[in-house]
């Protein structure tokens, strides 16, 4: 079983960037799919990037298409959120979350296909 935990959340002005990082307990970081979703308040959890197991295929949420980098390195068993011009709407909970696949290429966009998640940092954007 994996844990991950999340950091890397702040407080940042519109327009700045932030890096989140997701560490991984588990020696078998590689046979895991990662993603990031975030919360705000009063709204459901939305997918933001995925991952494949390799780090060869990634997928973007729309809302952050363009401006966030999700990114992982297998030997430090970390994944990474760059987010580049960061708006008061990003503001949210952020949350990694990992699904043991067998398929290497392939990338999860439903919060549903994870089975391990880590318990948020927060990133608030003020304008």
């Known amino acids: 079983q994996v844990q991950l935990v999340e950091s890397g959340g702040g407080l940042v002005q519109a327009g700045d960037s932030l890096r989140l990082s997701c560490a991984s307990s588990g020696r078998t970081f590689s046979s895991y799919a990662m993603g990031w979703f975030r919360q705000a308040p009063g709204k459901e959890r939305e997918f933001v990037a995925a991952i494949s197991r390799s780090g060869g295929s990634t997928y973007y949420g729309d809302s952050v298409k363009g401006r966030f980098t999700i990114s992982r390195d297998n030997a430090k068993n970390t994944a990474y959120l760059r987010m580049n011009s960061l708006e008061p709407e990003d503001t949210a909970v952020y949350y990694c979350?990992?699904?043991?696949?067998?398929?290497?290429?392939?990338?999860?966009?439903?919060?549903?296909?994870?089975?391990?998640w880590g318990q948020g940092t927060q990133v608030t954007v003020s304008s």
């Open positions: 979350a990992g699904a043991i696949i067998l398929d290497g290429g392939a990338v999860l966009r439903d919060r549903w296909q994870y089975n391990y």
